[in-house]
């Protein structure tokens, strides 16, 4: 759901999926149609970025009962919806900012606090966060927004293509995507990455100190596997979190992981 008539449309669906369980005895008479309420019930709280809770699912069905005109009741839902997206968003970051605040002030592991306010783990987030935040101290609501864009799944992928190159970053697709998506520090990002370069190149590194670190990286991807095992992730979902999920490079990283 992209636009405002895609989700009105959502919405008269789910008064007519609604209105005909209820004509048919509820849930028990017709298990097929609750499932198809409660799949729209979710399609309509994630379009406003909100969780499926019994708090907003209630919403939804209060709203319905207010008027029986169905047009007058999906603007009053649309602006209730809304008006709770902001809350709850507002709420979100608040909570967000105090731990980065916290983790300010004791130098936590960007490991151990992203999975706690729901932030993917990868080169660019990792760069602010060690770089732009706890280095250079900038202000934590930047901070806050340009690592949800980074997140965003269009970002990742170009992300990553960006940082493998090693010259003439900003001539790349990548590069002007990631400017046209309002990444507030890829410029800083990628003076980063050719300071890296420049390090790669002149550092005079032996074999035994890059298996070391290719040890480090790959010991790092499987203790942010076990930290979402002992969340209660699922195995298959605690890969995909941490980056697992091809089963031979997990076994790799499992053996690693073990006999180091």
Request: hydrophobic fraction near 35%.
């Amino acid at each position: 759901m992209e636009n405002i008539y895609d989700i009105k449309e959502t919405l008269r669906n789910y008064y007519r999926i609604n209105t005909e369980l209820s004509l048919e005895g509820g849930p028990t008479h017709n298990g097929e149609k609750y499932l198809q309420k409660v799949k729209t019930e979710k399609n309509i709280l994630s379009y406003f970025g909100l969780p499926l809770t019994s708090k907003y699912i209630k919403l939804i069905w209060n709203t319905f009962d207010l008027t029986y005109n169905l047009n007058d009741n999906i603007t009053l839902m649309l602006d209730e919806l809304q008006r709770k997206s902001r809350e709850y968003q507002s709420s979100k970051n608040a909570n967000i900012s105090d731990k980065l605040l916290h983790a300010l002030e004791n130098k936590r592991e960007a490991f151990d606090l992203f999975p706690e306010i729901d932030i993917d783990l990868n080169l660019y987030t990792l760069f602010v966060y060690n770089e732009m935040f706890l280095a250079k101290h900038h202000a934590v609501d930047i901070i806050i927004s340009e690592l949800q864009k980074a997140s965003a799944k269009e970002c990742l992928s170009n992300i990553y293509q960006l940082s493998l190159l090693s010259k003439k970053y900003e001539n790349s697709d990548y590069y002007s995507f990631l400017t046209q998506k309002g990444l507030f520090f890829v410029n800083d990002f990628v003076n980063w990455c050719k300071l890296r370069d420049n390090q790669k190149y002149n550092s005079t590194y032996d074999l035994s100190t890059k298996n070391e670190d290719a040890i480090q990286s790959l010991s790092l991807a499987f203790r942010l596997f076990l930290h979402y095992k002992q969340k209660g992730y699922s195995n298959e979902k605690a890969k995909k979190h941490s980056g697992l999920t091809n089963e031979r490079v997990f076994k790799i990283v499992q053996y690693v992981y073990t006999h180091t």
